[in-house]
């Protein structure tokens, strides 16, 4: 099985491109909803977060909003939040990898919006960054509910230049135009990927040493 990694910067159409490969047939591992899940009721992120961060557990829950005021340019607050949440995100991609693995689907997807900046591509055959024009990206971003210029540029600060995450992906997928161009670039480098698949991947118990 060979584990195909999706990044992308914030309003670079990224969910977009989930639900494309989905509609491929891809199995896909959500970041983003993983964490959801961690700090939901229940969640086994939640106490740590409320000892790291009083306030912020309403009714057995991590507020995402109040959470979000106390690390939001705090580089100090946001390591700690992910040295909570790192661990815990990693943990759920393995059990998702392991499974695809027993289901010998031939290709995974890692949906991770910082999969360079934590290391996550470490784990992956191949990246494939999503991409969009500065001023697409910007418009997409501003129209969001409650979203201000100075959010949007924390947010930023936080991420690697897409140029960056460009530069080190192996297949980059331009957004920009209509959904139908993303589409075909998409669906292209599926069939490139399972056609390594098929030739043999790495095992199984490789791609998880490299997991760290």
Same mark, same amino acid.
Request: proline letters at 5%.
């Given at each position: ?28 591992? *959500?970041? *983003? ?15 740590? @977060? ?12 991590? *507020? ?19 040295? #909570? ?14 499974? =695809? ?9 890692? *949906? #991770?919006?910082?999969?360079? +900046?934590?290391?996550?591509?470490? #784990?992956?055959?191949?990246? @494939? @960054? @999503? ?5 697409? =990206? ?16 924390? #947010?930023?600060? =936080?991420?690697?230049?897409?140029? +960056? ?8 997928? =331009? ?38």
């Amino acid at each position: 099985m060979l584990v195909l990694g999706l990044t992308g910067s914030i309003g670079m159409g990224k969910s977009t491109a989930v639900a494309m490969l989905r509609r491929l047939g891809l199995p896909v591992h *959500d970041a *983003d909803a993983a964490v959801h899940r961690l700090m939901a009721r229940g969640g086994t992120a939640v106490a740590a @977060v409320d000892q790291a961060f009083p306030g912020v557990v309403v009714e057995g829950a991590v *507020d995402r909003g109040r959470l979000g005021a106390k690390v939001l340019g705090d580089p100090a607050a946001l390591r700690r939040l992910e040295a #909570i949440l790192h661990p815990l995100a990693r943990a759920s991609a393995r059990a998702f990898l392991a499974k =695809q693995a027993r289901l010998r689907r031939p290709l995974a997807v890692l *949906d #991770i919006p910082l999969l360079f +900046e934590t290391g996550g591509e470490k #784990i992956c055959d191949a990246v @494939v @960054v @999503v991409s969009a024009p500065a001023a697409t =990206q910007h418009a997409r971003v501003m129209a969001r509910p409650g979203m201000t210029e100075k959010r949007f540029q924390a #947010i930023l600060a =936080q991420q690697m230049p897409d140029a +960056e995450k460009r530069r080190r992906a192996d297949f980059v997928v =331009q957004s920009g135009l209509d959904k139908a161009h993303a589409l075909q670039q998409l669906r292209t480098i599926v069939t490139v990927m399972k056609a390594r698949a098929a030739r043999g991947g790495p095992p199984l118990h490789k791609l998880f040493g490299r997991y760290s």
